[in-house]
């Protein structure tokens, strides 16, 4: 029961950080309208199929960041233990996700949304012209490493 409310809070914690900084109304608001609230990712599987699973142990940790690299640029092979949400700001990021599932690999350019693959090693490339800025939301736990590298 601890666990399910837990992962609620952290989804829900992750989907209004994203909503609040990317959604944008489509005409001007009056104080007497209501909140216009644009669902940006609804998942309950990481991009390769793979069930969402939050880490156990300590208290729960959200850590959001933003990630930009260079046309070119790659992050370097790493994997994520816990759930990232992760959504695409400006230009196009390729991911190599490898031999792991039917991927291979998988663009998304600017304003895809989407939950990362989680303990599958992977490799994320901007394949643009631009800056690739990446939105991320990791949905950990206290003492539990939100990436790791070979």
């Known amino acids: 029961m601890v666990m399910i409310a837990r992962a609620g809070v952290l989804c829900a914690a992750a989907l209004a950080l994203g909503a609040?900084?990317?959604a944008l109304p489509i005409k001007a608001l009056s104080q007497d309208d209501k909140?216009?609230?644009e669902t940006l990712l609804e998942a309950r599987t990481t991009i390769?199929?793979?069930p969402l699973a939050y880490p156990s142990g300590g208290p729960?940790?959200?850590t959001a960041v933003i990630v930009t690299l260079a046309p070119g640029q790659e992050t370097g092979r790493h994997r994520h233990?816990?759930?990232?949400?992760g959504q695409v700001l400006s230009g196009q990021l390729t991911v190599d996700y490898g031999e792991s599932g039917?991927?291979?690999?998988?663009?998304?350019?600017?304003?895809d949304a989407f939950m990362e693959a989680m303990d599958t090693w992977h490799n994320g490339r901007n394949s643009g012209d631009e800056?690739?800025?990446?939105?991320?939301?990791?949905?950990?736990a206290e003492g539990v490493p939100n990436t790791e590298k070979p």
């Open 20 to 22: 609040a900084v990317f």
């Open 35 to 37: 909140p216009i609230v």
């Open 48 to 50: 390769l199929g793979q």
């Open 60 to 62: 729960a940790e959200i």
């Open 81 to 85: 233990p816990v759930p990232l949400y």
């Open 102 to 111: 039917e991927l291979g690999s998988k663009t998304y350019t600017a304003g």
């Open 131 to 140: 800056a690739l800025r990446i939105l991320a939301i990791y949905m950990g």
